[in-house]
């Protein structure tokens, strides 16, 4: 079997028959087989729970499998391998995860670390490494309850980044978000950001009537 794929199918194959010795080498060896880096992940991810089910090795398969594709499942992995020694390796985690952001912001997300997950993702804006928006909608939704007004900006941002370009398509949603800005700073006591900020938006966009016409449909 000289694929990845072919070791990965063959080591679930062997971990359903419960021979599980034998699935954990064929599934370290596919991590080096030729096939394509996702099917390689693959068999190493594999083999990181096979190595935690066992009990054997188990932190240094999950610290070998993170290093390696250093995403928040392979996190969670090696913290769950890690034990009570996690906390003193947790920093160096965070800090593999940096070169994937989005990686990062779900793994803090998930360990219900909601306030260090927002100065990250915006230390990785500023560093011009962008997040999904539906992770930073996420994101905004949950840090909304430690500061109402610091999410603020960020929800304008998210608005502007629709309408970079003159895209109709574009135009109910980015609508519907300067409805919840609105909403949002209403609730934050903080009414007067989201009148300046629609207001700025209707005088950079005067020369699209089509959003201007939904804005004004949306009593915005």
Partial sequence: MPRAHLHAAAARALREAELLDRATVIAHEGMTLPGGAHQQQVCGELWAALAIETGVDAADAAS????????????????????????????HAIERMH?????????????????????????????????????WDDLVGRYSKIDPVAVLPVMAQ??????????????????????????????????????????????????RPSLIKRMDAAGL
């Fill in 158 to 207: 998210l608005i502007d980044d629709r309408l970079i370009e003159a895209n109709t398509r574009a135009y109910p949603g980015a609508v519907r978000r300067m409805t919840k800005l609105r909403a949002a700073a209403r609730a934050a006591g903080r009414p007067e950001i989201a009148d300046d900020y629609l207001a700025d938006v209707r005088r950079r966009n005067a020369r």
């Fill in 64 to 91: 070998e499998v993170f290093e390696r594709w250093p995403t928040a499942s392979n996190a969670e992995a090696w913290q769950a391998a890690s034990g009570q020694n996690w906390p003193a390796i947790r920093e």
């Fill in 99 to 135: 070169e994937r952001p989005w990686e990062l912001i779900a793994y803090l997300i998930d360990a219900d670390d909601v306030a260090r997950a927002w100065t990250e993702a915006l230390r990785a804006s500023a560093n011009s490494k962008s997040l999904h928006a539906s992770q």
